[in-house]
Protein backbone atom coordinates (compact mmCIF):
# COMPACT_ATOMS: atom_id res chain seq x y z
CA UNK A 1 0.00 0.00 0.00
CA UNK A 2 1.07 3.60 -1.09
CA UNK A 3 0.76 5.97 1.79
CA UNK A 4 1.42 9.50 2.06
CA UNK A 5 1.61 11.20 5.44
CA UNK A 6 0.65 14.49 6.51
CA UNK A 7 2.51 16.19 9.38
CA UNK A 8 2.72 19.34 11.02
CA UNK A 9 4.95 19.27 14.00
CA UNK A 10 6.84 17.30 16.02
CA UNK A 11 6.12 13.54 14.26
CA UNK A 12 6.14 11.53 16.95
CA UNK A 13 3.09 9.34 14.98
CA UNK A 14 4.63 9.79 11.95
CA UNK A 15 7.71 7.82 13.31
CA UNK A 16 5.63 5.44 15.01
CA UNK A 17 4.09 4.47 11.66
CA UNK A 18 7.38 4.56 10.07
CA UNK A 19 9.52 2.08 12.69
CA UNK A 20 6.31 -0.14 12.05
CA UNK A 21 6.90 -0.54 8.38
CA UNK A 22 10.68 -0.77 8.75
CA UNK A 23 10.57 -3.15 10.81
CA UNK A 24 8.46 -5.18 8.48
CA UNK A 25 5.19 -5.44 10.81
CA UNK A 26 3.22 -3.15 8.45
CA UNK A 27 3.50 -3.80 4.81
CA UNK A 28 3.56 -0.59 3.50
CA UNK A 29 5.47 2.14 1.58
CA UNK A 30 5.74 6.00 2.61
CA UNK A 31 5.75 7.32 -0.60
CA UNK A 32 5.87 10.86 0.94
CA UNK A 33 5.66 13.29 3.74
CA UNK A 34 3.35 16.87 3.31
CA UNK A 35 3.95 19.69 5.46
CA UNK A 36 2.08 22.74 5.43
CA UNK A 37 4.65 23.96 8.29
CA UNK A 38 8.36 24.69 6.80
CA UNK A 39 9.92 24.41 10.37
CA UNK A 40 8.50 21.48 11.50
CA UNK A 41 10.70 19.03 13.35
CA UNK A 42 9.03 16.17 11.26
CA UNK A 43 10.77 17.62 7.96
CA UNK A 44 14.37 16.42 9.54
CA UNK A 45 12.97 12.71 10.12
CA UNK A 46 11.40 12.55 6.83
CA UNK A 47 14.52 13.76 4.97
CA UNK A 48 16.80 11.78 7.56
CA UNK A 49 14.87 8.63 6.23
CA UNK A 50 15.03 9.78 2.95
CA UNK A 51 11.75 10.17 2.20
CA UNK A 52 10.11 12.61 -0.18
CA UNK A 53 8.96 15.69 1.44
CA UNK A 54 6.76 18.64 0.26
CA UNK A 55 6.22 21.33 1.85
CA UNK A 56 2.84 22.68 0.98
CA UNK A 57 1.36 26.07 2.52
CA UNK A 58 -2.60 25.47 2.92
CA UNK A 59 -2.98 29.18 2.42
CA UNK A 60 -2.04 28.82 -1.19
CA UNK A 61 -4.79 29.14 -3.56
CA UNK A 62 -3.98 26.28 -5.43
CA UNK A 63 -2.41 23.95 -2.82
CA UNK A 64 -5.48 21.46 -3.10
CA UNK A 65 -4.02 21.22 -6.85
CA UNK A 66 -1.03 21.05 -5.81
CA UNK A 67 -1.85 18.34 -2.98
CA UNK A 68 -3.47 16.06 -5.64
CA UNK A 69 -0.62 16.23 -8.06
CA UNK A 70 1.68 15.17 -5.74
CA UNK A 71 -0.92 12.32 -4.49
CA UNK A 72 -1.30 11.23 -7.82
CA UNK A 73 2.81 11.34 -8.75
CA UNK A 74 2.99 9.20 -5.60
CA UNK A 75 -0.04 6.94 -6.65
CA UNK A 76 -1.19 7.54 -3.38
CA UNK A 77 -3.84 4.37 -1.75
CA UNK A 78 -3.92 5.60 1.65
CA UNK A 79 -3.81 9.39 3.49
CA UNK A 80 -2.64 9.27 6.85
CA UNK A 81 -2.81 12.20 8.98
CA UNK A 82 -0.25 12.22 11.71
CA UNK A 83 -0.51 15.30 13.62
CA UNK A 84 -1.65 17.67 10.40
CA UNK A 85 -3.51 20.67 11.75
CA UNK A 86 -5.31 21.83 8.71
CA UNK A 87 -8.65 20.89 6.92
CA UNK A 88 -8.53 18.83 4.17
CA UNK A 89 -10.29 20.48 1.09
CA UNK A 90 -13.18 18.91 -0.36
CA UNK A 91 -12.08 17.66 -3.72
CA UNK A 92 -9.55 15.90 -1.88
CA UNK A 93 -12.09 14.26 0.63
CA UNK A 94 -14.28 13.37 -2.51
CA UNK A 95 -11.44 11.60 -4.49
CA UNK A 96 -10.03 10.17 -1.17
CA UNK A 97 -13.54 8.65 0.10
CA UNK A 98 -12.46 6.67 2.99
CA UNK A 99 -8.85 6.85 2.18
CA UNK A 100 -7.70 9.38 4.71
CA UNK A 101 -7.55 8.50 8.05
CA UNK A 102 -6.55 10.99 11.32
CA UNK A 103 -5.66 10.24 14.90
CA UNK A 104 -6.97 12.85 17.33
CA UNK A 105 -6.03 13.23 20.94
CA UNK A 106 -9.46 12.62 22.35
CA UNK A 107 -12.33 10.22 22.08
CA UNK A 108 -14.52 11.52 20.23
CA UNK A 109 -16.93 13.10 19.19
CA UNK A 110 -16.29 14.30 22.64
CA UNK A 111 -13.55 17.21 22.53
CA UNK A 112 -13.25 17.52 18.59
CA UNK A 113 -13.69 20.15 16.19
CA UNK A 114 -12.42 23.44 14.89
CA UNK A 115 -9.65 24.86 17.95
CA UNK A 116 -9.44 21.41 19.33
CA UNK A 117 -6.09 19.78 18.65
CA UNK A 118 -3.14 19.16 20.23
CA UNK A 119 -2.28 20.87 23.87
CA UNK A 120 -5.84 22.34 23.88
CA UNK A 121 -7.45 19.05 23.43
CA UNK A 122 -5.69 17.38 26.89
CA UNK A 123 -5.72 21.29 28.36
CA UNK A 124 -9.82 21.04 27.93
CA UNK A 125 -10.02 17.44 28.83
CA UNK A 126 -8.39 18.50 32.13
CA UNK A 127 -10.29 21.29 32.68
CA UNK A 128 -13.50 19.87 32.21
CA UNK A 129 -13.00 17.06 35.11
CA UNK A 130 -14.04 13.88 32.84
CA UNK A 131 -12.29 10.63 34.37
CA UNK A 132 -11.30 9.06 31.00
CA UNK A 133 -10.08 10.25 28.02
CA UNK A 134 -8.00 8.41 24.92
CA UNK A 135 -7.30 8.95 21.34
CA UNK A 136 -9.30 8.12 18.25
CA UNK A 137 -8.21 6.87 14.64
CA UNK A 138 -11.23 8.39 11.87
CA UNK A 139 -12.19 8.59 8.55
CA UNK A 140 -11.79 11.81 7.23
CA UNK A 141 -14.46 14.09 6.00
CA UNK A 142 -14.83 17.54 4.91
CA UNK A 143 -15.43 18.66 8.92
CA UNK A 144 -12.95 18.68 11.77
CA UNK A 145 -12.94 15.72 13.30
CA UNK A 146 -16.37 14.31 12.14
CA UNK A 147 -15.76 11.25 9.95
CA UNK A 148 -16.47 7.74 11.05
CA UNK A 149 -14.40 6.69 13.89
CA UNK A 150 -12.14 3.32 13.06
CA UNK A 151 -10.51 2.63 16.76
CA UNK A 152 -10.07 4.63 20.01
CA UNK A 153 -8.48 3.55 23.27
CA UNK A 154 -9.04 5.24 26.79
CA UNK A 155 -6.79 5.91 29.63
CA UNK A 156 -8.13 6.96 32.92
CA UNK A 157 -7.59 10.01 34.75
CA UNK A 158 -6.44 9.91 38.23
CA UNK A 159 -6.20 13.22 40.84
CA UNK A 160 -2.32 13.74 40.38
CA UNK A 161 -2.44 14.16 36.42
CA UNK A 162 -2.16 17.49 34.91
CA UNK A 163 -3.00 18.51 31.02
CA UNK A 164 0.86 17.74 30.56
CA UNK A 165 0.90 14.37 31.55
CA UNK A 166 -2.31 13.25 30.21
CA UNK A 167 -1.15 14.27 27.08
CA UNK A 168 2.23 12.18 27.89
CA UNK A 169 0.01 9.06 28.61
CA UNK A 170 -2.27 9.52 25.42
CA UNK A 171 0.77 10.30 23.01
CA UNK A 172 1.74 6.31 24.28
CA UNK A 173 -1.48 5.17 23.23
CA UNK A 174 -1.69 6.63 20.21
CA UNK A 175 1.91 5.40 19.16
CA UNK A 176 0.17 2.06 19.49
CA UNK A 177 -2.76 2.81 18.04
CA UNK A 178 -2.10 4.70 14.47
CA UNK A 179 0.12 1.80 13.81
CA UNK A 180 -1.98 -0.22 14.68
CA UNK A 181 -5.01 0.86 12.45
CA UNK A 182 -2.45 1.28 9.30
CA UNK A 183 -1.51 -1.89 9.41
CA UNK A 184 -5.21 -3.71 9.18
CA UNK A 185 -6.07 -1.31 6.63
CA UNK A 186 -3.10 -2.93 4.64
CA UNK A 187 -3.88 -5.90 5.42
CA UNK A 188 -7.48 -5.44 4.49
CA UNK A 189 -8.79 -6.53 7.41
CA UNK A 190 -10.93 -3.43 8.05
CA UNK A 191 -14.94 -4.44 8.05
CA UNK A 192 -18.05 -2.35 7.18
CA UNK A 193 -20.78 -3.47 9.13
CA UNK A 194 -23.84 -1.49 9.78
CA UNK A 195 -22.21 1.13 7.56
CA UNK A 196 -19.78 1.50 10.27
CA UNK A 197 -15.78 0.70 10.21
CA UNK A 198 -14.39 -2.08 12.40
CA UNK A 199 -10.76 -3.49 13.16
CA UNK A 200 -10.62 -6.63 14.77
CA UNK A 201 -7.85 -6.28 17.76
CA UNK A 202 -4.67 -7.88 17.62
C1 LIG B 1 -0.83 14.19 18.39
O1 LIG B 1 -1.20 14.14 19.75
C2 LIG B 1 -2.05 14.11 17.52
O2 LIG B 1 -3.05 13.27 18.03
C3 LIG B 1 -2.53 15.54 17.52
O3 LIG B 1 -1.36 16.29 17.43
C4 LIG B 1 -0.29 15.59 18.05
C5 LIG B 1 0.85 15.50 17.06
O4 LIG B 1 1.98 14.91 17.65
N1 LIG B 1 -3.43 15.78 16.43
C6 LIG B 1 -4.44 16.63 16.52
O5 LIG B 1 -4.67 17.29 17.50
C7 LIG B 1 -5.31 16.71 15.28
N2 LIG B 1 -6.55 17.36 15.57
P1 LIG B 1 3.13 14.31 16.76
O6 LIG B 1 3.51 15.41 15.76
O7 LIG B 1 4.26 14.04 17.70
O8 LIG B 1 2.61 13.08 16.07
Known sequence: MNIAVFASGRGSNFQAIYAHIKSGKINANVRCLISN???APVIGFAKNNRIQTYIIDAKDDGHSKQLLEVLDKHNTQLIV????MKLIQKNI???FHNKIINIHPSLLPSFGGKGCYGMNVH???FKSGVKYTGATVHYVNQNYD?????AQEHISISPEDSAENIATKVLKIEH???PEVVKK???NQLYWI????WISKL
Open 37 to 39: NPS
Open 81 to 84: LAGY
Open 93 to 95: VKK
Open 123 to 125: EKV
Open 146 to 150: EGQII
Open 176 to 178: KLL
Open 185 to 187: ICE
Open 194 to 197: NNKP
